[in-house]
């Protein structure tokens, strides 16, 4: 390996990295959307949707250069990747679309009710299924399941990603992407009435992580 591609791939690193640290928090604010209850549950969802609007789609910068390091720096990885793992990575680009879309639409839909919670619940749930799909394309990657024979991607569609430790990953993902995003709100809701509650889902996320860790 050159210096140049081990430069390239920390880069690659690092934007993914920056990804799941930013991006991964605006996922995160979908989850806890999912998951909010209680009386609050209004004032929590209104608390989310204040902290990523204003950036959110700019964080998928960082995936974008991700993808572009890859097809250019490590075209066979690049070429193995997509093949073996086009169904993950299909889910995960159709729910960043749906929760994007969703996201908008909920914003400005006029039937404050039925309307909102109809794309409401398609936001949370594919901000939900996104990361969960992009972890086990990881996780799939990580375990080394991925082979190739004869300039052909062997295991099919399938088996590199349907197996424990790829879905154990992904399953990983959306927890730590809650944790983020309750941890961020967690500052902005300080001195305020959603404190407590944002409080205690940033621990309940962690303590998800800590399961799923282990």
């Known amino acids: 390996m050159t210096l140049d591609q081990i430069l390239l791939g920390g880069a690659l690193v690092a934007s993914l990295m920056a990804y799941l640290l930013l991006g991964g928090a605006d996922f995160g604010g979908g989850v806890l959307d999912l998951v909010a209850s209680g009386p609050n549950k209004g004032a929590q969802r209104a608390l ?4 990523i609007g204003p950036i959110w789609e700019a964080n998928h910068v960082w995936l974008i250069l991700a993808v572009v390091i890859l ?24 729910g960043v679309v ?6 908008t639409f909920r914003a400005y839909e006029l039937r404050a009710d039925e309307g909102q919670r ?10 939900t299924i996104a990361p969960f799909f992009l972890g086990v394309s ?3 990657i990580a375990s080394g399941a991925i082979g190739v024979a004869n300039d052909e991607v062997t295991g099919g569609f399938f088996a590199p990603w349907l197996s424990a430790f790829p879905l154990a990953v992904g399953l ?9 995003a309750a941890s961020y709100l967690a500052v902005q809701a300080e001195g305020t009435a959603l404190a ?3 409080r205690r889902r940033a621990l309940a ?9 282990a």
């Open 48 to 51: 989310i949707a204040r902290a």
């Open 71 to 94: 097809f250019s720096a490590f075209p066979r990885a690049f070429w193995a990747v997509a093949i073996a793992l086009h169904v993950p990575l299909e889910a995960f680009l159709v």
């Open 98 to 103: 749906l929760r994007g879309s969703a996201f």
């Open 118 to 127: 109809r794309f409401g619940l398609v936001f949370s749930l594919a901000s």
């Open 138 to 140: 990881v996780g799939a």
């Open 172 to 180: 990983l993902v959306p927890a730590l992407c809650a944790l983020l």
């Open 196 to 198: 407590d509650d944002v």
């Open 205 to 213: 996320a962690a303590v998800v992580v800590a399961l799923l860790g």
